[in-house]
């Protein structure tokens, strides 16, 4: 019996240690023998899919965040539905608005046609993401790779792990501190609004009947809600987008911060960070220190694409990525 107790404990000791080291085994030119163009391949890809529409390197920053908060960076967010089996891709914060699909799709066709069955969609995602952050901000850094890609994606599982709009600077301090990212690492994250779009649905709320006091958010500045309001008539069948940097749409920059300065935050989770005192210091840091910020948002990214992920012999690589092989 004794024997039985130390072999179930040694085996759960095996699998806690392998899941603990999964995030260091990840290593910087993982690819550097068995596919040494990879990382290549993927930047020409993204390069001139941003080049032809900035909003790609938006939706791609976006995806690798909406893929690593949801099971760990494992290419969940990629897998199409099948007949009883409705994915990640038709949760309502990634259907209609969440775009970059056929950037990865097209880097993932030319690594295969070299390297078959060695790179994996999860570490697409993530080199995709930082030559998006070059792309329109000119930020750098290395991406450890080696990521294997899941076979599960579940269409309701979004809802419990990514934050809303609606959230205020406590909810969001709570909700990446279960994906083990720190308070400033959020308030970092977050700069990430400076490119990108929103519907109108997200933010239509602090437009219209904010409440009874205030017909408008009183946190919104009058002539951006102004300008929200031609884009985003009374809530209707329809539901417009907006830029959630209506300045400078497409360059990812510390703006986002200055604009939370001056009660031009589109979203409720964007102006809180300036409003709360548990973050309102970061913010401020934020907006007058870019190249910090930079340097900061370089790191958290390298940091968020860790989350809970596969390694070794754990999941697979798959041939496509929309599909388990």
Sequence with gaps: MRSAKLSTL?????????????A??????????????????????????VSRNPGLGAGIIRMHFHDCFVRGCDASILLDPTPGNPTEKEHPANNPSLRGYEVIDEAKIDLESICPETVSCSDIIAFAARDSAFKLGGIRYSVPSGRRDGRVSIKDEPTANLPPSTFNAGELEENFAKKGLSLDEMVTLSGAHSIGRSHCSSFSDRLYSFNSTHPQDPTMDPKLAQQLMKRCPRPSTTDPIAPLDIDTPNR?????????KNKRGVLTSDQTL???????????????????????FADAMVKMGSI??????QGEIRKNCRVVN
């Design 10 to 22: 040694f085996i759960l000791y095996i699998f806690t240690v392998s899941t603990l080291a999964s």
């Design 24 to 49: 260091s085994d990840l290593k910087v030119g993982y690819y550097h023998s068995s596919c040494p163009n990879a990382e290549s391949i993927v930047r020409k890809a993204v390069s001139k899919a």
């Design 252 to 260: 990812l920059d510390n703006k986002y911060y200055l604009n939370l």
């Design 274 to 296: 300036w409003n709360s005192p548990s973050t309102a210091r970061m913010a401020r840091s934020n907006a007058i220190h870019g190249a910090n910020w930079a340097h900061k």
């Design 308 to 313: 809970e992920v596969m390694t070794g012999i």
